[in-house]
């Protein structure tokens, strides 16, 4: 009957956007993923992956290379990677952290197409002023479209907010896409409330599993549809 057909069609679309969407995995500084690993990641069905190029503790991520071609060499894609810079950081200062990423990602040339930039909650990192942060944050923006590349924003409501308030400019919300975390486990926009802040409505990339263990290693699942 009618109704019948009704349920199978929107269960043929469902599918349909299903086979389309995809899960990946990101990965920290402290992980060094053996070739063994993102093999083992590929064949549990992800098909991208995420890798940090900086802590701010710590700087650049050393054995990045190495991890952008095992991850390739296993079938998943790989074209960006995710920077947390803080202002209270050894050589997080917007001119000299942003360069030393630039000119990292100039001599690894490997076709990384954007960085996300990390904004969360890191004891000793961000000033107390959330205004003060909010102004490293565009500086730091400013400094990665002067060296030409591409930019997105991780983070979620609780993070923002904690970091710089109800701060909001359009450089963010215009330029740069949301990759939000939301540990709800359903790989879908299914929660407007979560993503709809400093001046977001859409986001990009869902966290929606973190500190998951994953083929020996630490990692958090991500979806795009």
């Not at 269960?11 to 070739?35: C, H, N, Q, R, Y």
């Not at 050393?62 to 050589?91: E, M, Q, W």
């Not at 997080?92 to 360069?99: I, K, M, R, Y």
């Not at 109800?166 to 740069?176: G, T, V």
């Amino acid at each position: 009957d009618v109704y019948k057909r009704q349920v199978s069609t929107q269960s043929t679309w469902a599918i349909a956007i299903a086979a389309l969407a995809k899960t990946g995995i990101d990965v920290s500084i402290f992980s060094d993923p053996s070739e063994s690993n993102w093999v083992c990641i590929k064949q549990k069905g992800h098909s991208f992956a995420v890798i940090q190029i900086w802590n701010g503790g710590i700087n650049l991520n050393k054995v990045l290379k190495k991890g952008i071609l095992g991850a390739r060499k296993a079938g998943l894609t790989v074209d960006s990677v995710y920077a947390f810079l803080c202002p209270r950081c050894r050589n997080n200062e917007p001119t000299v952290g942003v360069p030393m990423i630039a000119k990292y990602l100039k001599e690894l040339n490997l076709g990384i197409k954007k960085v996300w930039l990390d904004v969360e909650p890191c004891e000793n990192c961000w000033y107390d002023d959330k205004g003060k942060n909010f102004n490293y944050i565009i500086q730091v923006t400013r400094e990665f479209t002067k060296a030409g590349i591409s930019l997105g924003m991780y983070t979620n409501l609780n993070m923002w907010h904690q970091v710089v308030g109800d701060h909001k400019d359009s450089i963010f919300y215009q330029k740069m896409g949301l990759w939000y975390a939301h540990y709800d486990n359903v790989p879908s926009f299914n929660n407007r409330q979560f993503y709809s802040f400093g001046g977001w409505t859409k986001p990009q990339m869902k966290q929606f599993k973190g500190d998951y263990q994953l083929c020996g290693l630490d990692v958090d699942i991500n979806w795009i549809p």
